[in-house]
């Protein structure tokens, strides 16, 4: 959050500036018109904050907060909005989007005690597709929390300030990406993993098991391939003044050249000659 | 925790705050008979004592007196024809004592749909009877349309 406050700080900084440096280059009308918008949008956004209000029903402070509204409790089917989408979240401000965290999560574990209790009691949970709603706007809230994170990271240090990752080795010999972590012990003092690496990937099975591996990896390529190819070979069979410019930027890995020389590109009719 | 990792424990204060924590918690209905200022709750596997009475205190504004967890074994189940093993997850359940003048039962959310179930099966007892009765009048003069008599 301290990242937030401070991404809040930054956007006044270059607000400023960008006040500054307008009032040394532009024109005052145009100045004039940017400020009247920036004061209209404000007052929408005030405006939409007093008019809409983010819970529908009023909030309970006991335990009946974990159930949904006594008057769904029969229903067949609950009707619901749709998720929040990123555009929408993007204009939100920090605040906001922290509150709005808080409401998703009261969601989604109302939600979990709906459906835990429907399926202990043989009957069906009306509305499941509200689960995935919460999850689709818990997602996009997180991915704009991110976007900004990262934007405030890359103009103060540079970095994204991402959770570090690297691509290592498994005792299998499979490379895979690892995703840093926080450790009580540093790596030279922490026995049991140092121990647990001395089991190397050298031995025969290993060596077996990778080539199979690697085998089976290279079959699902070749397949692929060879699946395009002959999907070419098909749209040229068929089309024979079909676009070959498109074809090209479509399947940018088949040798289209080559198989317009091909045979079996010719399709099943007489070839008109002389004309 | 949601975009970031969760991180471990360091002594000492000011302790590590979060601030989008992704965990649920689910009000369940008690397996046993509970004093009345006890609620059972299944929470995400990573949450301990202090995250459970933190989130409640917190984010619902209970007053958490106690805390006990337990971990429930997810039960194992052998396949009828292929004999495999499966083996449902493990859940956490923690008993959350409130405050003595806090009562809480857990509600019966279904009554009124039995009601409705019986309400649907008579209406559709009744159009089935009304079809019936379409049938036995039409029976000597198939093909009439539902309009041509009273």
Known sequence: MSSALKILNVAKCVKTLCSSVSNK????????????QQQQNVLTALSALNTRTFHSTSPRQDLMEFFDDPKNWSENEVKVGR????????????????????????????????????????????????????????????????????????????????????????????????????HVLPPHMNVKWIKSRDIGFGGRAVRKFLLLYREKL??????????????????????????????????????????????KTRGHFVPKVGV | MSTRWYPIYQRGNPQLRIFLPNFWMKLIRPAEEQPKNVATFSVSMQMTKYDIKNY??????????????????????????????????????AYVTLLKTEEFTFPDLFSKKEEQKKAEEKSLDDSKQGFKRFLDRNKKRPGTPGWYSI
């Open chain 1, 25 to 36: 280059f532009l024109s005052s009308s145009l100045l004039n018109r940017m400020q009247s």
């Open chain 1, 83 to 182: 998720a929040w989408k990123l555009e929408e979240l993007r204009i939100k401000s920090n605040k906001e989007l922290h509150q709005l965290w808080y409401i998703l999560l009261k969601e989604r574990n109302m939600l979990l005690t709906m459906e835990h209790e429907c399926n202990d009691k043989m009957e069906l949970f009306p509305s499941p597709e509200r689960l995935d709603k919460v999850k689709i706007s818990m997602g996009n809230l997180e991915t704009v929390v991110r976007e900004r994170n990262k934007a405030y990271h890359l103009l103060e240090t540079g970095i994204t300030g991402e959770r570090p990752t690297r691509m290592v080795h498994n005792p299998l010999g499979l490379r895979h990406l690892y995703r840093s972590c926080e």
């Open chain 1, 218 to 263: 290279y079959n699902i390529k070749r397949k692929a391939k060879n699946r395009s190819r002959n999907e070419v070979m098909m749209l040229l069979r068929r089309n024979p003044n079909i676009d070959v410019q498109v074809l090209r930027s479509k399947y940018p890995n088949v040798d289209i050249d080559k198989l317009l020389r091909d045979d």
């Open chain 2, 56 to 93: 409640l205190e917190k984010i619902y504004k209970l007053p958490v007196v106690d805390v006990r967890t337990r971990i429930e074994m997810g039960k194992t189940k052998r396949d009828q024809t292929f004999g495999y093993v499966t083996k449902e997850d493990d859940v956490k359940i």
